[in-house]
């Protein structure tokens, strides 16, 4: 049985694995568990993982319906990310196994969400090809096996979720609105604008988001403000297509690229309508299996860090205690 | 001083210029409304600095570290509101005595953080250009500055 941490980024999470079968997931944005700690928001600092960190897992264990000593191997995001935020997970971590005398596993936090497309309710196995997408990263990997990735594609800019977050606010949306985008975006003609698809080349595999959302910046001071309120949904779309463009047709010749048939994602930006639309309608045409796992799992979560961990190999003690955190890891070409 | 770049390739000069008047220890603040080109700035000094892998925006994770012939910190207080002396903790491991960091949206975590070396502020001018100005309070760095854009006829 695996208890599952992860510190790196906004959400304080935890979660309990038995064999592949989730027992429990615990995110402290969740409003579940917001009603029962008493509604405190979450911000970055690592502070507010430290104040929440004990509560999250406590409430995973309670969840699972187990006792902490039934937990055989501890897992735990040890990069990318704040390092505050990171050792506060480390530690944790290293605390509840050296108290339960179990061993610990590190596990870089885009392992993670490769790993989510390993649980359940539809697990699956390599070879796949893997976009994660998120507010923090994009990148498209090739996985021939479990443990194995090979880096295919990475933005050298602005991250998907970003561009997408950025450009809402460009639009007035607030933010982070990268939701409220893809809302508006429904109503809206995709066409209406052309915006620039980053490296849109053939066999450029990378990616690029900085260029669009300068250039919805600049079409926006030189327009005319009737035409603004008559076809912001318009503008919407067409802006949210070109970044959702660049994903879809970049993760495909990725998997071209690999002989591979069947793609999988990971990352907040899978929840995007017009992605998974673009991403259903494309593999169905090129005869690709495509593995969309449920909101719950493509977003932070630590059901994924454990999955990983079923994997990677764990160190014992005393060795985990040097173990560390590391404010940069991706994946490796 | 102040120079209207009318290219991505004039800013990279600069930055590159810049990046080889910095010493280990220094802070530099970048400041501009979104897309004007604060992280391609911060980009091609950090190439400049020995930095082989992408630098992107570390807007969602605040941080970023990379290693050249000097370790660069890369910060982004974008997403940061109400920050606070306590936010601040969590910034100290970037500020090193041997390594170089960027702050993008400092503003409203001056009070709090190290004094920079200098503040590059960067405006829209037009979709290819931008005004780069640059402020410092240290008089060996402004004269180095002064003798960069006069070389480099900015």
Redesign the interface.
């Known amino acids: 049985m695996i208890l599952g941490i992860e510190t790196s980024?906004d959400d304080t999470c935890a979660a309990v694995l038995h064999g592949n079968e989730i027992l429990s997931s615990v995110i402290s944005s969740q409003t579940e568990f917001h009603a029962l700690y008493g509604g405190v928001v979450p911000e970055?600092?690592?502070?507010h993982h430290l104040e929440l960190v004990n509560a999250v897992i406590a409430q995973a264990i309670a969840k699972a319906g187990v006792e902490l000593n039934s937990i055989t191997r501890i897992a735990v995001t040890t990069r990318?990310?704040?390092?505050?935020?990171l050792l506060v997970g480390v530690a944790t971590a290293k605390s509840i196994a050296y108290g339960l005398g179990v061993e610990l596993v590190g596990v870089n936090h885009m392992e993670g969400h490769v790993a989510a497309n390993y649980l359940p309710p539809e697990p699956v196995e390599p070879p796949f090809v893997c976009l994660i997408a998120?507010?923090?990263h994009t990148s498209v990997v090739f996985v021939p096996q479990r443990g194995e990735h090979k880096l295919l594609g990475?933005?050298?800019?602005?991250?998907a979720?970003?561009a997408l977050d950025?450009g809402a606010?460009?639009l007035g949306l607030g933010?982070?609105g990268g939701a409220e985008l893809d809302t508006l975006a429904a109503d809206g003609a995709p066409g209406y604008v052309t915006f620039p698809v980053g490296l849109d080349k053939p066999g450029r595999l990378?990616f690029s988001f900085?260029g669009v959302?300068?250039?919805l910046?600049?079409y926006l001071?030189d327009l005319d403000p009737k035409i603004f309120n008559e076809h912001r949904a318009d503008i919407a779309a067409s802006y949210q297509s070109a970044v959702i463009t660049a994903l879809v047709k970049k993760t495909l010749a990725a998997a071209a690229s690999t002989r591979c048939d069947q793609i999988c994602i990971g990352g907040g930006v899978s929840a995007n309508t017009e992605l998974r639309r673009l991403l259903a309608t494309e593999c169905e045409r090129q005869g690709m299996r495509l593995h969309i796992p449920p909101p719950t799992l493509c977003t932070d979560n630590a059901a994924m860090i454990a999955s990983a961990a079923r994997y990677l190999p764990a160190k014992p003690l005393p060795d985990y205690l040097s173990l560390g955190a590391t404010?940069?890891g991706g994946f490796a070409a | 001083m102040e120079f209207v770049s009318r290219s991505e390739e004039q800013t990279a000069v600069l930055a590159a210029g810049i990046a080889k008047l910095l010493k280990p220890g220094d802070v530099i603040f970048l400041a501009g409304?979104?897309?004007t080109g604060k992280?391609?700035f911060i980009?091609y000094a950090s190439v400049s600095l020995g930095v082989r892998e992408?630098v992107?925006?570390?807007?969602?994770?605040?941080?970023?570290?990379?290693s050249g012939k000097i370790t660069v910190h890369h910060l982004d207080l974008y997403?940061?509101s109400d920050f606070t002396a306590?936010?601040a903790?969590?910034f100290e491991?970037?500020f090193e005595a041997e390594t170089i960091t960027f702050v993008e949206w400092p503003e409203q975590a001056e009070p709090f953080i190290q004094r920079p070396a200098m503040v590059i502020k960067m405006e829209?001018v037009?979709?290819n250009s931008r005004r780069i100005s640059i402020v410092s309070e240290r008089d060996d760095l402004r004269q180095k500055l002064e003798r960069l854009f006069a070389s480099a006829g900015h």
């Open positions: 980024c970055i600092a690592s502070r990318p990310g704040l390092i505050g935020a998120s507010g923090g990475q933005t050298l800019d602005d991250a979720g970003e950025k606010r460009l933010y982070p990378d900085s959302k300068t250039a910046y600049y001071r404010a940069s | 409304q979104l897309g992280t391609c980009r992408p992107t925006s570390p807007s969602f994770t605040m941080a970023q570290t990379y997403r940061l306590e936010d903790i969590d491991p970037y829209h037009d979709i």
